[in-house]
Nanobody, 121 residues
Framework: QVQLVESGGGLVQAGGSLRLSCSAS????????MGWFRQAPGKEREFVAA????????YYLDSVKGRFTISTDNAKNTVYLQMRSLEPEDTAVYYC??????????????WGQGTQVTVSS
């Protein structure tokens, strides 16, 4: 089992920045890929970014490329999502997940509880 806990969400003005953190505990010795997803009210959960288990590969939703950066600190068992130039359209609950490197939710076995990000215009 792997437990994931997100933090770092909040309210920010458009153009601002936030850094989300996801702390992993449990059987983290496995080389899980890590992903960030988000879900806005009334919408499906969508892929945002992923990083491979080795950390050598990353992939982003087109609309966040150049604005968001996913990274890991293996010593701290933590994955980050640095978000810059935030837009109101980025408002959502953000979830981190551990599983197979993919853009699909079904590839991820473990999920955090989510953290709210609200971007005001």
């Amino acid at each position: 089992q792997v437990q994931l806990v997100e933090s770092g969400g909040g309210l920010v003005q458009a153009g601002g920045s936030l850094r989300l953190s996801c702390s992993a505990s449990g059987r983290t010795g496995s080389s899980y890929a890590m992903g960030w997803f988000r879900q806005a009210p009334g919408k499906e959960r969508e892929f945002v970014a992923a990083i491979s288990g080795s950390g050598g590969s990353t992939y982003y939703l087109d609309s966040v490329k150049g604005r968001f950066t996913i990274s890991t600190d293996n010593a701290k068992n933590t994955v980050y999502l640095q978000m810059r130039s935030l837009e109101p359209e980025d408002t959502a609950v953000y979830y981190c997940a551990a599983g197979i490197y993919s853009i699909y939710t079904r590839a991820y076995k473990y999920w955090g509880q989510g953290t709210q990000v609200t971007v005001s215009s």
